[in-house]
């Protein structure tokens, strides 16, 4: 299957820091990328869709000003955990969708455990 | 919006039994259905995917089913070995949502050796 990569792959940071996290499709292009949060033990929440040359759209409940997403090419996406916080604590995994036309399939980068003090 | 359920979220089979996982959707537009595989701490990856023009797909010890009546879908893994030992995600995507994928809450198989 097709290769998602994300880094870096783990992050600690002071309170109040910001923190960026990039995902990227090594061997197709992706004009959409996905990104989740998962808490220990529990299923993948989807945060937002990060579309390419356009704005991310956000789910309920998640603050766009807090979480920012850039989609700069079709290869890489990026969010921003800007003023993190300890509540803010969790493991982000992106993931990219590969539609080539014959397939149509999202595949998940091995994702970033972030850690703030 | 769309709603997955799935059951049991805790499975144990002894090694070599099979074992079934069983999702429920709420969005009759859904017509793409995955399931993933996520080791501890790693990333999820896809297993097997059905859509909706079939009824059952299969490979190796994966099987997958799907009930667009009733709104189901299934895994089965038969001959399980200590290695499918992780969680399972189901997930549903509808055409005209976005691409994206809504995933169920996961279930724990334990693969006991």
């Known amino acids: 299957g097709a290769v998602v990569s994300q880094h870096p792959s783990w992050v600690i940071c002071k309170s109040g820091t910001s923190v960026k996290i990039e995902c990227r499709s090594l061997d197709f292009q992706a004009t959409t990328m996905f990104w989740y949060r998962q808490f220990p033990k529990q299923s993948l929440m989807l945060m937002a869709t990060?579309?390419?040359?356009?704005?991310?759209?956000?789910e309920q409940g998640v603050e766009k000003d807090k979480f920012l997403i850039n989609h700069a090419s079709l290869t890489l996406s990026t969010l921003t955990v800007t003023s993190a916080h300890p509540e803010d604590s969790s493991f982000y995994i992106c993931?990219?969708?590969?539609?080539?036309?014959?397939?149509?399939?999202?595949?998940f980068g091995p994702g970033t455990r972030l850690t703030v003090l | 919006g769309e709603n997955v359920e799935q059951h049991p979220s805790t499975l144990s089979v002894q090694e070599g039994d099979s074992a079934v996982i069983k999702c429920t959707y709420s969005?009759?537009?859904?017509?793409?259905f995955p399931w993933y595989k996520q080791e501890l701490g790693k990333r999820p990856q896809l297993i097997i995917d059905?859509?909706?023009?079939?009824g059952e797909k299969k490979d190796q010890r994966i099987a997958v089913t799907l009930n667009k009546t009733a709104k189901h879908f299934s895994l089965h893994i038969t001959e399980t070995q200590p290695e499918d030992s992780a969680v399972y995600f189901c997930a549903a995507r509808a055409y005209n949502a976005g691409n994206m994928l809504t995933f169920g809450g996961g279930t724990r198989l334990m693969v006991k050796p």
């Open positions: 993931s990219a969708r590969e539609n080539s036309g014959i397939t149509d399939t999202q595949y």
């Open positions: 969005d009759s537009a859904s017509n793409y």
């Open positions: 059905i859509r909706s023009n079939v």
């Open positions: 990060s579309n390419e040359g356009s704005k991310a759209t956000y």
